[in-house]
């Protein structure tokens, strides 16, 4: 969630009103000073203890209040689903989507195990639970019980996209990546719910493309089966695992790809997709009801999970040049709608009704 915390508390800095005030504060306990520029923030450092051990302390003691570490405020905001133990005043709790509980086989066990020890204390203790989408509110309000009035949707932002690199650059950027055009693009953690099994076996199924697909992210929860999957694959010489990038190269694969495939079974928002479509990648996703709420018309919505349909499906926006320009052109205006300025003035109002 560090993402998500950062563009907000950035973009709260900046959509602050005359009299307001915004202490960004952390476990800060190897001194490591501000963690990003805020202007007119103010950060403050906690060093009661490592967050690891602070964790532990809210989750079999506690202890200690989180007020006593990081002072008086009118409303206390939690990013990342908890709010701790014992914490007084009036709280707002960001819980992103509730995959946990829907899908407890997709979540990580002892991340799993803290979440279900905390997270019904935490939703009827919050004066207000924020989420990324209509979607995640209505899963909160049914499999958490939480009051509907206090469930709010506020999407996420996404930051304006750069130019596409110079021809030079692009080439360069995506050969030191080991990447070579043409190319099908997955942007995600290696984990279950985000399908990659799934996506090789569409691969296979393109007897006619004769490019790559590189998949670009982290190895996550129960990756293995994944990895191996990828690595038994007949076409295992073309799956490109790229590991993390950093945002030129993220930038360049973007732009360099035929299309952005997403093909998750499970989904609070979306992002990956949202910022290929805001470079005019085409994007194929699953028709969950999420990504069909975040995307719009801005991407090829396949439903259910048959391998054949799939291939048929991007081979076909592939060779219809018309096709892509269209969803080019849709999904640029659907990701010009979700900005981080719109998402922190909405959660500046939440703050103001809890407060007063």
């Known amino acids: 969630m560090g993402r998500y915390t950062k563009c907000l508390a950035e973009a709260l800095a900046a959509t602050r009103r005359p009299g307001d005030e915004l202490t960004l504060a952390r476990l800060d306990f190897k001194r490591r000073g501000p963690p990003f520029p805020a202007p ?5 450092a906690v060093r009661f203890c490592p967050g690891r051990l602070a964790q532990y ?4 003691l506690g202890w200690p209040p989180y007020n006593l570490l990081a002072g008086r405020a009118d409303v206390y905001h939690f990013p990342n ?11 707002v709790v960001t819980i992103h989507d509730a995959s ?11 991340n799993l195990s803290y979440l279900n020890a905390n997270i019904r204390r935490t939703a009827a203790r919050a004066d207000a639970i924020l989420t990324d989408s209509r979607f995640s509110a209505r899963e909160i309000i ?3 019980g939480a009051a509907p009035e206090r469930v709010h949707a506020i999407p996420l932002g996404i930051a304006p996209p750069p130019a596409p690199p110079p021809p030079e650059r692009m080439q360069a950027l995506l050969q030191a990546a080991g990447v070579h ?3 099908l693009l997955a942007v995600g953690t290696i984990e279950p719910r985000k399908n990659l099994a799934f996506l090789v076996e569409v691969f296979e199924a393109m007897k006619d493309f004769d490019g790559c697909l590189a998949v670009a992210g982290m190895p996550g929860w129960k990756f293995e089966p994944i990895m191996a999957r990828m690595r038994a694959s007949p076409r295992a010489s073309r799956i490109l695992l790229l590991g993390y990038q950093n945002d030129e190269t993220l930038n360049a694969l973007y732009a360099g790809a035929e299309a952005l495939v997403f093909p998750s079974l499970y ?8 910022e290929a479509m805001a470079r005019g990648t085409p994007v194929v996703a699953s028709g969950i009801d999420v990504l069909r709420e975040v995307l719009g018309t801005g991407a090829l919505m396949i439903a259910g999970f048959d391998a054949g349909e799939w291939a048929k499906a991007i081979g076909g926006l592939l060779r219809d040049q018309e096709a892509r320009a269209r969803l080019s052109e849709d999904g640029r205006r659907q990701a010009a709608r979700f900005t981080w300025e719109t998402t922190a003035r909405e959660t500046w109002e939440i703050y103001r009704q809890v407060a007063s």
Do not use: M, V
């Not at 007119?40 to 403050?44: L, S």
């Not at 302390?57 to 079999?60: G, N, V």
């Not at 946990?100 to 002892?110: M, Q």
């Not at 989904?267 to 949202?274: A, K, T, Y």
């Open 40 to 44: 007119g923030a103010r950060f403050k």
């Open 57 to 60: 302390c809210w989750k079999t």
């Open 81 to 91: 689903f908890i709010i701790p133990p014992l914490t007084r005043g009036r709280s």
């Open 100 to 110: 946990f509980i829907r899908h407890p086989e997709f979540a990580e066990s002892r």
């Open 142 to 144: 049914e499999l958490l």
């Open 181 to 183: 055009r043409p190319y």
């Open 267 to 274: 989904e609070g928002f979306g992002l990956p997709p949202l």
